[in-house]
């Protein structure tokens, strides 16, 4: 069995991965609370949380671009050891939309640019899906509460790891959506579940 070595930088280790094992990383992109979940291809959940990041441009006293670019690097550092700890061969991920202000758009463009950009530097593919397409999924309404996405994806994911942190279940909720739309359409998700 071939043996796989992954560097994440400032990380020491020498992690060896089993390439038999393949699992899929899905997303809620946001630099807030990035919410995200590991499931193997046959649909368990092997870990989840939210990454959250808090402005502090003015409690650092940096101007505010430096500032996006620290939480930028948080989210990645976490992003880059989820992958590596857990041996990903696939992402999903939601894609961001509709921005009603200019820093909205800015936070749509720098959440897509991270997600592309770490699949693209490991060569892992990334594959795009719609919040409103999740929900008309799973509800069957392509608007619904958050509240209500928490409990459905409850049912639909009994192993879901939520903490009774609203933010952080959300987060979760959301990613786990994703998910659930890709396993109906995605054909590389096909792909991987053949394999094993």
Not at 12 to 25: A, F
Not at 39 to 62: E, F, H, V, W, Y
Not at 66 to 76: F, S
């Amino acid at each position: 069995m071939q043996r796989l070595k992954f560097h994440i930088a400032g990380d020491s280790s020498n992690r060896v991965l089993n390439p038999r094992r393949q699992n899929i990383l899905t997303n809620d992109p946001s630099l807030t609370a990035w919410g995200w979940a590991v499931l193997t291809p046959s649909g368990k959940i092997l870990n989840a949380g939210a990454i959250k990041t808090q402005p502090m441009d003015k409690k650092l006293r940096i101007r505010k671009g430096d500032d996006r670019v620290r939480r930028v690097n948080e989210i990645n550092n976490q992003l880059l050891r989820i992958i590596a700890d857990n041996n990903v061969k696939l992402i999903l991920s939601e894609l961001p939309h509709g921005s009603q202000s200019a820093t909205a758009a800015l936070m749509i463009g720098i959440t897509t640019g991270i997600m592309q950009t770490i699949g693209d530097c490991i060569g892992v593919a990334v594959e795009w899906y719609s919040e409103a397409d999740a929900k008309q999924a799973i509800t069957g309404k392509r608007s619904v509460s958050k509240e209500e996405m928490i409990k459905t994806i409850g049912g639909l994911y009994a192993d879901a790891p939520f903490t009774g942190t609203k933010w952080k279940d959300e987060a979760i909720a959301d990613a786990l959506a994703i998910h659930h739309l890709a396993v109906q359409v995605s054909p590389a998700l096909k792909i991987i579940q053949s394999i094993l």
